[in-house]
């Protein structure tokens, strides 16, 4: 089953558009081809590290920065059913889990 793409529109430097389509050129790819292997390459570099953790009752799913940047809950249930979702929607190895309150 083809994946569902949702068109995105960016604004950016008409500079870095140059660079970007002179490198897409030397690949033989579209600038959206290029885009898109870039933005791969960088998820598999970089991966979100999502944190679940349990603060005054709550269920928190969130990064490094903000503990409830993706939702809180009252059952680990469904923090950890939320966090699974969102790492499921992203290329794989885009994401991990560190589940602080697991033993």
């Given at each position: 089953m083809p994946t569902a793409i949702t068109p995105f529109s960016l604004r950016m430097p008409e500079a870095?558009?140059?660079?970007?389509?002179?490198?897409?050129?030397?690949?033989?790819r579209s600038l959206?081809?290029?885009?898109?292997?870039?933005?791969r390459i960088m998820m598999q570099a970089e991966p979100i590290t999502l944190c679940m953790t349990?603060?005054?009752?709550?269920?928190?799913?969130?990064?490094?920065?903000?503990?409830?940047?993706?939702?809180?809950f009252t059952s680990r249930d469904e923090a950890l059913a939320e966090a699974r979702r969102l790492i499921a929607s992203m290329p794989p190895g885009a994401a991990d889990l560190i589940d602080e309150g697991a033993a």
């Amino acid at each position: 089953m083809p994946t569902a793409i949702t068109p995105f529109s960016l604004r950016m430097p008409e500079a870095t558009r140059a660079y970007l389509a002179a490198r897409a050129a030397t690949r033989d790819r579209s600038l959206n081809s290029e885009l898109n292997a870039i933005l791969r390459i960088m998820m598999q570099a970089e991966p979100i590290t999502l944190c679940m953790t349990h603060r005054h009752g709550f269920h928190l799913i969130g990064d490094n920065t903000d503990h409830a940047r993706f939702g809180a809950f009252t059952s680990r249930d469904e923090a950890l059913a939320e966090a699974r979702r969102l790492i499921a929607s992203m290329p794989p190895g885009a994401a991990d889990l560190i589940d602080e309150g697991a033993a």
